[in-house]
């Protein structure tokens, strides 16, 4: 997820101004350049890397194993706190 001057910049829709006026700031400013991708990089590999996505996911498999039945919205409640959204699938009402 981009979050605006901390690992990217926003601009709104279809604003040709603003999209222009942030590839300038990206061009002019290579310490702001640096800092945008250093951030985007670690939030990336925090989210996304294999290995601590797969030690979340088989943590929360083991909470859900050894703990009482959970209903689909506390599952889908539990995989958004453990930053695994999409994870977890409901099974299709009958």
């Known amino acids: ?6 690992n990217g910049l926003l601009v709104p829709v279809g604003d040709i ?5 942030a590839m300038r700031r990206l ?10 991708g250093r951030a985007a990089r670690e939030d990336h590999a925090r989210a996304y890397d294999i290995r601590g996505y797969a030690a979340r996911l088989v ?10 039945k959970w209903s689909p919205s506390e599952s889908q409640g539990i995989a958004r706190y453990r930053g ?8 299709p009402k009958a």
């Open 17 to 21: 101004d603003a999209l222009v006026d």
């Open 27 to 36: 061009i002019e400013d290579p310490d702001l350049r640096l800092r945008l």
């Open 59 to 68: 943590k929360l498999w083991r909470e859900v194993a050894t703990n009482r």
């Open 1 to 6: 997820m981009v979050d605006h001057e901390r």
């Open 84 to 91: 695994l959204e999409g994870t977890v699938q409901t099974a």
